[in-house]
């Protein structure tokens, strides 16, 4: 199996050479590209000094955020274990470096995920020397999963999940994952849902639980630097709109529908928050066509100035639309709009916020039945998105709303505990290692 999985997997990548080549020129993917193949950098080696450590891999910044307060409970609990932590792309990279810094200054325990080749998988786990391998939601690569195995680690898949449309995918290449499903050591599902969709494409009964969703346990900073300074600068009066996480398609129906708010009178200010850093110009561009007044995060903080009813505050950086979230009269949880499968409402809702999306939120399937089921956010289509906006903005009964949907993320707390308390106790069950 495993040698016709590492012929197809060098196929796709031959066959797709010229995309990546394209994409490294313009700076993607480029960096790291030596950890990629299997070299692990000094600076992680100076970090773990040759001791096992327990390894978490987060492909991307919303995994990495879901998974820091999980990192600090396994570091709490066993301080002699260093956590080092790998992603697979430059911004979730950054930022796993930005909350997580080694003690030296020619030390990291931050590295990039290899490529899913026997020569690459098997030099970093000689390396890294993980006691466990915690995989967030669906990152499952089969020759990691054989070669961890091989050598006895444990891997554990944490805040698991299969979306609606990967699930057709699995089960049509059920035959490959029921034998390594029965390599995985525990799974621990977001729902009842996601686990029934592991049991049913060979993941064995005594390995998965329902653990909860980890996302349900991200509490905010409501005072950030940024958030005091924004909140200190807004208008008298004025409301906010935060269109966060917003993909290609959906800040043209972000901005009509603002337009038109502020054209009607509302007293309006959007913090538009675009998902992935690479199309922060593409925005600026967009922005800049629209005739509407707008400034970027980056020279505004440099010298912040009052921002004005009717103007557009571009979030272009990393790591700080949870924050922000707290300043919203009304949070607009974008990748929905157009079908991307939608992105995190949790954000939103821990600080009370009435919420929108649009009508596709297949990723947060769970959590959006539980919000719509309690009346704690409303669906719009790109044609209904501006009065549902003004529903939101002028209706008295939006605060309810938006206490809903907070008594929705706090009822559901407590994944990271029941998550570290079942790592905890994979790793004091689990078998010393053979060297290989």
């Not at 992105?343 to 297949?362: D, R, S």
């Not at 089921?373 to 669906?379: C, D, F, K, M, S």
């Amino acid at each position: 199996m495993m040698p016709l999985y590492s012929f197809g997997l060098f196929l796709a990548l031959l066959l797709s050479a010229p995309w990546w080549l394209v994409r490294m020129a313009r700076g993607r993917y480029r960096a790291g590209l030596p950890q990629r193949l299997g070299r692990t950098p000094q600076s992680l080696l100076a970090y773990t000094h040759g001791h096992p450590t327990l390894w978490l891999h987060a492909v991307s910044v919303g995994e990495l955020i879901a998974a820091t307060p999980l990192i600090e409970r396994l570091e709490a609990a066993d301080a002699g274990t260093p956590v080092v932590i790998s992603s697979t792309t430059d911004t979730g990279h950054q930022l796993a470096r930005q909350r997580f810094p080694a003690p030296l200054p020619d030390a990291s325990r931050v590295f990039y995920w290899p490529l899913d080749f026997a020569f690459a998988v098997r030099r970093v786990l000689s390396r890294v020397q993980p006691r466990a391998l915690v995989l967030m939601e669906s990152e499952l690569w089969p020759r990691m999963i054989v070669e961890a195995h091989r050598r006895r680690i444990p891997i554990i898949v944490v805040n698991a999940r299969i979306s609606d449309r990967s699930l057709p995918r699995y089960r049509v290449l059920r035959w490959l994952w029921r034998p390594l499903l029965r390599r995985v050591t525990l799974i621990l599902a977001q729902s009842e849902q996601d686990a029934e969709r592991f049991r049913a494409i060979g993941a064995p009964e005594a390995a998965v639980r329902v653990t909860g969703n980890l996302k349900f346990d991200l509490h905010a900073n409501a005072d950030t630097p940024l958030v005091l300074s924004l909140r200190e600068h807004l208008p008298p009066g004025a409301q906010v709109c935060v269109a966060g996480s917003t993909l290609a398609g959906e800040e043209a129906a972000v901005l009509g529908a603002f337009q038109q708010l502020v054209t009607q009178g509302l007293p309006l200010v959007l913090i538009l928050a675009p998902r992935h850093p690479q199309r922060f110009d593409e925005v600026r561009d967009i922005l800049t066509v629209s005739g509407l007044p707008w400034t970027a995060r980056t020279q505004w903080s440099e010298r912040p100035s009052a921002l004005t009813s009717g103007s557009i505050f571009l979030l272009d950086s990393i790591g700080e639309l949870a924050s922000v979230y707290s300043l919203a009269s009304v949070a607009f949880i974008g990748g929905s709009l157009v079908d991307r499968g939608g992105h995190n409402p949790l954000e939103a809702a821990q600080f009370g916020v009435p919420l929108v999306t649009g009508p596709f939120m297949q990723n947060f399937h769970a959590i959006h039945a539980e919000l719509l089921a309690e009346q704690a956010t409303l669906v719009a289509e790109t044609q209904t998105f501006a009065a549902t906006l003004r529903r939101l903005l002028t209706d008295g009964s939006a605060q309810t709303m938006g206490e809903r949907a907070r008594n929705v993320f706090a009822r559901n707390a407590g994944a990271t505990e029941r998550c570290a308390q079942a790592i905890q106790e994979v790793l004091r069950a689990a078998q010393p290692r053979s060297q290989p």
